[in-house]
């Protein structure tokens, strides 16, 4: 039936339309710095997802091994008060503990996440997927715990040089949080992080670091 073949085209024109607007339907709030933070409404949630990108003149192996310094995250990542790895699972993946210094009159945060890193092998892009583990551990008293999380780091090697980076960021802090805490953490926070990211690549420590899961 031709009508049959009209209304099938249809539909998978409409999905796939959808499919796109879905993800590209990032709102841009902060380009600075050579660093871009966008924001999107979620279906599943009043809060919006985040998004941060920016080009970094480091490599794989470098970003890798900051990502997988747990206590280097200090230094680094924003508002946060004190971080330990839980475990070491294998050289790619570990699971870790934060917590995070919320202004009064909001409580301080904390989670538990897992992350593991994969690369592509024909790209070379390299995946860190952050997985929210709540209850590895009890709650602590006067901390609010993170229930759900999600998080992504894209790493791509750029041909000239260097790694372009996406970081995807959905959270749902828990609790009664006013707008303008959500506000800040949800574009000042990404923002401030990676400023402190481009600084934190070029420290020696790392400049040496290898591992058997990234090949440049």
Do not use: H
């Not at 339309?17 to 710095?33: C, G, I, P, S, Y």
């Not at 828990?174 to 481009?198: D, R, S």
């Amino acid at each position: 039936m031709v009508w049959k073949r009209i209304l099938l085209a249809g539909i998978v024109v409409l999905f796939f339309t959808n499919f796109l607007q879905a993800q590209n339907n990032w709102e841009l709030k902060v380009d600075r710095d050579g660093i871009k933070v966008y924001t999107k409404k979620l279906d599943s949630s009043p809060l919006k997802a985040v998004k941060t990108v920016c080009t970094i003149n480091t490599s794989l192996s470098v970003l890798t091994a900051v990502l997988l310094d747990v206590n280097g995250s200090l230094d680094w990542v924003y508002s946060t008060k004190s971080i330990t790895l839980l475990k070491q699972v294998s050289p790619s993946e570990l699971i870790y503990y934060s917590e995070i210094d919320v202004p009064w009159p909001a409580s301080n945060r904390d989670f538990i996440v897992g992350i593991v890193v994969t690369q592509d092998e024909r790209t070379k892009a390299v995946t860190v997927l952050g997985i929210n583990k709540p209850n590895y551990l009890p709650e602590k008293k006067d901390i609010v715990r993170i229930q759900q999380s999600y998080s992504k780091w894209l790493i791509t090697p750029i041909p000239q040089g260097g790694v372009k980076i996406e970081y995807e960021l959905q959270v749902d802090p828990g609790g009664k949080v006013p707008a303008w805490l959500v506000n800040m953490f949800a574009t000042k926070g990404p923002f401030e992080t990676f400023k402190k990211l481009q600084q934190q690549v070029k420290k020696p420590v790392y400049s040496r670091r290898s591992f058997a899961f990234v090949k440049e």
